[in-house]
C-alpha cells in the first residue's frame, strides 16, 4: 500500500511519542514528519508535499489554525487538550477537516487513525488495513459471555449497544465487530458525541449544503453518509442532546437523511454501534429516549470492570505488551503482576495499557515495573494473616503463635492460585517463579 506523507505538528515529547507508537504498533501506512512549531511546519510546508496535517491546537508560537489560512488545500485534523465548543466551531469554520479531543489518557489515539483516513479521502480502507488489537475481549471464564456476545455481533447486521465504564474497551470491541463483520469492506466510522457542541451536532450527523448558516462555505456528508455501506459508532450516546434524539430515530427507521439546507432526501445503508459509559436505562424518559434505546439495544454487551476481573491481568499484560514490541516478550521484575491484579484501576484497561506503555517509553534495563507508575501508591503484597483487599484468611492455629516461613509461602501460594482461577502459568508468573517450580510448590504443598 503506498504510504501517505502526514505532517504531524506536536510540541510536547510525550504525546508525540505516543502517536508514533500509534502508528507502529497498528502498523498503520503513513510516512510521518514531524514538527514543533508553526515556523517549523511552515518550512516544511514550502519544500516538501504533504497528504494531510494533523496539528496540536496550542503552539509554542501559534496555533494550528493559522495552517489553514494558507490555502494549502490539504486536510487538516485539529487535536487539543483545550477542548471547548468556541474552539471546535472556530476550527470547522476555518475549514479543518476534523477537530479531536486529546484526553489525559490518550483515548483520541483509538480513533485517530479512521479521522486520518477518512481525511485522505480513503474511508476507513486505511484503518482496515491495520491489525486489529483486540486486548478489550482478552479474558477468562468472567468474559465467556462477552465473548458469546461478541460473536453474536460479529454474526449479524442488528444495532449493537455496548455499555461499560470508561476506559473498559467499549471503542476496541465496536472495531472488532465491524473489521470481522460483513460490513468489513465498508467504512467504519466513529465519533464522539460527547465532543459535539450541540448547535454543531445536526450538521455533524447528517451533514449540510454549500450556504446552510454562516460559514458553510462548501457543502460537507454527515457521518451518516460517510458511513454508508459499513458501520458507524455513535460514542458516549448518553451525552446526546435529548432534541436530537428525535432526528436519529427518524434516520435509523427510514434510512434516509437530509442535509441542513436540502429538501432532497439521501439514502444511507449504516449499521450502527452505540457506546456509552452512563446507566441509560435510568434516563429513560428524562434524558433519554425510551424508544430510541429499544431501537438501538438489539444486542446488548457490557463490559465489566478490571477490577472484577483481575485474574485476567496477566494474560493482558502479556498481550499488551507484546503488541507494544512488534511481537518480542517482555518480562516483568518479580512480584509486579500480584501488585498489579491487586490494583483498583480506575482507568480500566485504558489505564493499564497507558501504565505498561509509560513504563516501556521510559525503561532503561532489567525487568519492566510498571507499578511504580500507578496514580496510586502500588499496594503491598498480602501480608501474613491478611488477604489482599483486607479480608482476614483463615490461621493456621488458635494459640496466636507467628506462622513459618513455609506457612506463609503455603498461604500466598493458595491465595495466588484461587486469585488466578487455578491457571498454575499465570501463577508462576504472579509469584515470579519459574513454572517447574511452581508445580514443585504446588505438589509439596498438596495444592489443587
Known sequence: MTQSRLLVIEDDRLDR???????????????????????????????????????????????????????????????????????????????????????????????LPAAIARALGGGDDLAAGAEIDDFAVVGGPRFASTRELLGLAIAST????????????????????HYQSSRRAGPFVPI????????????????????????????????????????????ELGEMPAHQQAKLLGVLDDGKVRRLGSETPRDVD???ICTTNVDVERALDTTFRRDLFYRLSVIRIALPAL??????????????????????????????LARLMAYPWPGNVRELRNILERALILHRAGSLRPSRFLTE????????????????????????????????????IRWTLERLGGNVTQTARALGISLSTTKRKLKEYDLR
Request: net charge negative; with cysteine; hydrophobic share 40%.
Open 17 to 111: 511519542l505516543a502517536f508514533e507508537r500509534c502508528v507502529r504498533t497498528r502498523s498503520l501506512p503513513y510516512r510521518c514528519v514531524y514538527a514543533a512549531s508553526v515556523a517549523e511546519s511552515k518550512a516544511l510546508l514550502e519544500h516538501l508535499p504533504f497528504d494531510a496535517i494533523l496539528s496540536d491546537y496550542r503552539l509554542g508560537d501559534g496555533t494550528g489554525l493559522e495552517l489553514l489560512a494558507l490555502d494549502l488545500d490539504i486536510p487538516l485534523i485539529l487535536v487539543t487538550g483545550a477542548g471547548s465548543e468556541e474552539i471546535a466551531a472556530r476550527a470547522m469554520r476555518a475549514g479543518a477537516r476534523d477537530y479531536l479531543v486529546k484526553d489525559r489518557d490518550g483515548a483520541y489515539l483509538d480513533v
Open 158 to 177: 442488528s444495532p449493537v449497544f455496548i455499555t461499560g465504564e470508561t476506559g473498559t474497551g467499549k471503542n476496541r470491541v465496536a472495531r472488532a465487530i
Open 192 to 235: 464522539n458525541c460527547a465532543a459535539i457542541p450541540d448547535h454543531l451536532f445536526e450538521g455533524e450527523l447528517f451533514g449540510y449544503e454549500r450556504g446552510a448558516f454562516t460559514g458553510a462555505t462548501t457543502a460537507k456528508r454527515g457521518v451518516f453518509e460517510q458511513a454508508s455501506g459499513g458501520t458507524l459508532v455513535l460514542d
Open 270 to 272: 449504516v449499521r450502527v
Open 307 to 336: 477490577r472484577d476481573r483481575a485474574g485476567d491481568i496477566p494474560a493482558l499484560c502479556e498481550h499488551l505488551l507484546r503488541t507494544m514490541r512488534g511481537g518480542s516478550p517482555v518480562p516483568l521484575a518479580a512480584g509486579e
Open 377 to 412: 501508591p502500588a499496594p503491598a503484597l498480602p501480608a501474613p494473616g491478611r488477604a489482599a483487599h483486607g479480608g482476614a484468611v483463615e490461621e493456621p492455629g488458635d494459640d496466636g503463635a507467628i506462622p513459618t516461613l513455609r506457612e506463609v509461602e503455603e498461604r500466598h
